[in-house]
């Protein structure tokens, strides 16, 4: 299966992409990935990206859908793949639909990932990360440590990223719905949009989705 991920920041993508991989047997493609592995390859393409991020700018979009098309062209993702991250805008939507003709190939599916906003506000405010590892991950209500500021692996001290603020996250969602969101519209229009609840457990959720995908693709 061919499929795009959408969902505002907090709704779980980066958790489910992984696990939805996994069962389609088909490659996770995240744009974090893609500006990981091209800047520390050195590539053309990641040499492009460092320029304007070291400059404090938004990596264009034509750089951006090349590392994209790059990623798609390998084997391991001949017969489908899961894009997390990608697109991010209409015109990048309707870039991946040219690149995807161009192969004769379609997408079968974009899974929206649905999450009230107040949900997602306490989701990412609610992190608190050890200053020692920051693999060592808690949250003051879903997974609180045994004491208050202080890692339960290692004793490190536990503190809220500046990116995780309220107020932060509520500008991350107005940019969401202004940029993101729109996609959600334009892959709607071509049939393609399958929603869903990203409340509850992982796996729940993971099984919510698996199915959600099955009856499109049957359809």
């Given at each position: 299966m061919?499929?795009?991920?959408?969902?505002?920041?907090?709704?779980?993508?980066?958790?489910?992409?992984?696990?939805?991989?996994?069962?389609?047997?088909?490659?996770?493609?995240?744009?974090?990935?893609?500006?990981?592995?091209?800047?520390?390859?050195?590539?053309?393409?990641?040499?492009?990206?460092?320029?304007?991020?070291?400059a404090?700018?938004?990596?264009?979009?034509?750089?951006?859908?090349?590392?994209?098309?790059?990623?798609?062209?390998?084997?391991?993702?001949?017969?489908g793949?899961?894009?997390?991250g990608?697109?991010?805008?209409v015109?990048?939507?309707?870039?991946?639909?040219?690149?995807?003709?161009?192969?004769?190939?379609?997408?079968?599916?974009?899974?929206?990932?649905?999450?009230?906003?107040?949900?997602?506000?306490?989701?990412?405010?609610?992190?608190?990360?050890?200053?020692n590892?920051?693999?060592h991950?808690?949250?003051?209500?879903?997974?609180?440590?045994?004491?208050?500021?202080?890692?339960?692996?290692?004793g490190?001290?536990?503190?809220?990223?500046?990116?995780?603020?309220?107020?932060?996250?509520?500008?991350?969602?107005e940019?969401?719905?202004t940029?993101?969101?729109?996609?959600?519209?334009?892959?709607?229009?071509?049939?393609?949009?399958?929603?869903?609840?990203?409340?509850?457990?992982?796996?729940?959720?993971?099984?919510?989705?698996?199915?959600?995908?099955?009856?499109?693709?049957?359809?």
């Amino acid at each position: 299966m061919r499929i795009v991920l959408v969902g505002p920041p907090g709704a779980g993508k980066g958790t489910q992409a992984a696990f939805l991989a996994k069962n389609l047997s088909i490659p996770h493609i995240s744009t974090g990935d893609l500006f990981r592995a091209n800047i520390s390859q050195g590539t053309d393409l990641g040499k492009q990206a460092r320029s304007y991020m070291d400059a404090g700018q938004l990596v264009p979009d034509e750089v951006t859908n090349a590392m994209a098309e790059d990623r798609m062209s390998q084997a391991d993702a001949e017969h489908g793949f899961l894009l997390d991250g990608f697109p991010r805008n209409v015109g990048q939507a309707v870039t991946l639909d040219e690149m995807l003709r161009t192969k004769g190939v379609v997408l079968d599916a974009v899974l929206d990932l649905e999450v009230p906003e107040d949900e997602v506000v306490k989701r990412i405010a609610g992190r608190r990360i050890c200053r020692n590892d920051s693999a060592h991950v808690f949250h003051v209500t879903y997974n609180p440590p045994k004491a208050e500021g202080v890692c339960d692996a290692c004793g490190g001290e536990l503190y809220q990223r500046d990116d995780d603020t309220e107020e932060t996250v509520r500008t991350r969602l107005e940019v969401y719905h202004t940029q993101t969101e729109p996609i959600i519209d334009y892959y709607r229009s071509q049939g393609l949009v399958v929603t869903i609840s990203a409340l509850g457990k992982v796996t729940e959720v993971t099984e919510r989705a698996m199915e959600a995908l099955k009856k499109s693709d049957e359809g």
